[in-house]
């Protein structure tokens, strides 16, 4: 049975500007699992695109919040959840395909394929008018002398 | 996000510098579209050795770029892309549409041949 260590939430407006500062806080907190640089960048990466998505999908023509959490277990898991409270996801299905995007031509719709191959386990909420949370978790690998 | 480019004896080197993310592909785009202007007819190197961090808006911005430089009639590469970056093109499956080197190409021997010759005669 895991237990819970540590938690964190935090909660920012929907800049674009405001992705980079989602990378670093994750890093910052997940690095209390003593991470290696790769799992270090899996995590940045999952986090930058679920917050991409808040910005670009869930608040296209407006601003809101996004707010960013995340626990941290015992047997080295982290927890990670993105919620907004944008438009929502008429087809969750639909949107987890590759390629499958109802942004611009900059957007290569490849968010949750790559949330999916760099975290162990994804889950997507989502009601259209109401908002989406992504949930994402990956076990960190635990080195010698590590509990 | 640093953009800047240089003439090397390949083409066009356009480099990267920092992090690409949602945030920065507009500015990454704008770049390479005016870059890709400026020299037209040359061939295009986007030397992405410095970047320190990439998600899946670096796919669009190289997918576009290669389909702008080539629709262009101009030839277009990748060169030094970071690991952490070549898993995400790999991700998105993209390693086979666009060709990446691990580095710019150097002069074939030919062509130093043909220096050297030029040198000598003078």
Do not use: W
């Not at chain 1, 540590?6 to 405001?18: A, E, G, L, V, Y």
């Not at chain 1, 640089?37 to 991409?52: F, G, H, L, W």
């Not at chain 1, 407006?62 to 944008?86: C, F, P, S």
């Not at chain 1, 009601?127 to 949930?135: K, L, M, P």
């Amino acid at each position: 049975m895991r237990s819970e260590i540590n938690q964190m939430s935090i909660k920012f407006p929907s800049r674009s500007s405001n992705e980079a500062f989602a990378r670093q806080a994750i890093a910052a907190f997940a690095a209390q699992l003593d991470p290696t640089i790769d799992e270090i960048n899996d995590i940045k990466t999952a986090v930058s695109e679920a917050v991409t998505n808040c910005i670009v999908h869930a608040y296209r023509n407006e601003m809101g919040y996004i707010t960013l959490g995340a626990k941290l277990y015992d047997t080295g898991e982290i927890q990670i959840t993105v919620r907004d409270k944008g438009c929502g996801i008429p087809d969750v299905q639909q949107a987890r395909q590759p390629m499958f995007t109802t942004g611009d031509a900059g957007r290569s719709g490849m968010g949750f394929t790559i949330m999916e191959s760099f975290m162990d386990k994804l889950k997507v909420r989502s009601r259209e008018g109401i908002g989406t949370q992504v949930t994402m978790t990956k076990q960190i690998a635990l080195r010698f002398g590590q509990k | 996000m640093k953009c800047s480019h240089k003439r090397e004896d390949c083409g066009i080197v356009i480099r990267f510098c920092g992090e690409l993310g949602h945030h920065e592909a507009a500015q990454c785009v704008e770049y390479l579209e005016k870059t890709m202007i400026l020299y037209a007819n040359e061939p295009i190197y986007l030397d992405l050795s410095g970047l320190t961090f990439m998600d899946s808006s670096g796919i669009a911005v190289v997918l576009g770029a290669q389909r702008n430089i080539m629709g262009a009639g101009q030839s277009f590469c990748v060169v030094g892309t970071p690991p952490s970056a070549m898993r995400i093109f790999r991700a998105g499956g993209i390693q086979n549409r666009v060709q990446f080197l691990p580095k710019l190409p150097k002069k074939t021997e030919t062509e130093e041949d043909m220096i050297c010759a030029a040198k000598s005669t003078k």
